[in-house]
């Protein structure tokens, strides 16, 4: 079976102020991670992909994550956070299970103050 | 290369009517899957097709349908609508059936209001 939690239903940074997006996932299999953003009123955009190369995992506009195993997380980060962030970040797990192969987290909505 | 189109992007009807949503995947692309989302149950999985045939589907009751077509295009269906299938539906497309390391690629999605 698997699932994925994202512990953190919103956050709220301050512009300039590091982002900390944080991803706990449970999979019986090898399992690749991802992370979507959506602004608003528009559709999902890969921001990085695990797949069990690096652990450490740079993706688009500064954006990285880390593949703890042990821990089972993959938390999302950004050193300087920008108002452009703001928006819904989703974490997601897919593994070859036989059955249903792709779960979304419930979403966590990063607001960025001024 | 194109991404993800989907049509139309916003559509309103009425309860008891029936809808017709269309994804056109990215070239090449021979798998689609449909995904409700809505501020309550988040994103839910509908459906996934490849090389026309379906191969997950996602606990929704059978009003809900899809199909694919040979040059990949997608279509879902949903008869008899209710208030609660007011929701955006997004259609994301990949090479291979999703499971694996393969990015899925979303569409914009289609926003429909039942009244």
């Known amino acids: 079976a698997q699932s994925v939690t994202q512990l953190d239903s919103h956050v709220s940074v301050s512009e300039g102020t590091p982002v900390l997006l944080r991803c706990n996932y449970s999979?019986?299999?090898?399992?690749?991670l991802f992370w979507y953003v959506q602004h608003p009123n528009k559709g999902l955009q890969l921001l990085l992909k695990?797949?069990?190369?690096?652990?450490l995992v740079k993706g688009i506009n500064g954006f990285e994550a880390e593949f703890k195993k042990s821990e089972t997380s993959f938390h999302l980060t950004k050193p300087s956070a920008h108002m452009s962030d703001a928006a819904e970040y989703f974490c997601v797990v897919s593994a070859d299970t036989g059955g249903f192969k792709t779960i979304f987290g419930a979403g966590t909505r990063l607001f960025v103050k001024a | 290369k194109a991404g993800v189109t989907q049509t139309p992007r916003y559509l309103i009807k009425t309860r008891g009517q029936q809808v017709t949503l269309s994804c056109s995947p990215i070239s090449g692309h021979r798998s689609v899957s449909w995904y409700q989302q809505t501020p309550g149950q988040g994103l839910q999985f509908l459906f996934e097709?490849?090389?026309?045939?379906?191969?997950n589907k996602g606990n929704f009751p059978g009003r809900f349908s899809g199909r694919q077509f040979s040059n990949s295009r997608s279509e879902m269906n949903v008869s008899t609508l209710e208030l609660g299938d007011s929701a955006l539906y997004l259609c994301?497309?990949?090479?291979?059936?999703?499971?694996?390391?393969?990015?899925?690629?979303f569409g914009p999605g289609t926003r429909l209001t039942v009244l």
């Open positions: 999979s019986s299999y090898s399992p690749s």
């Open positions: 097709y490849f090389s026309e045939t379906q191969r």
């Open positions: 994301a497309s990949s090479l291979v059936p999703s499971g694996g390391s393969d990015t899925q690629y």
């Open positions: 695990y797949t069990s190369a690096a652990t």
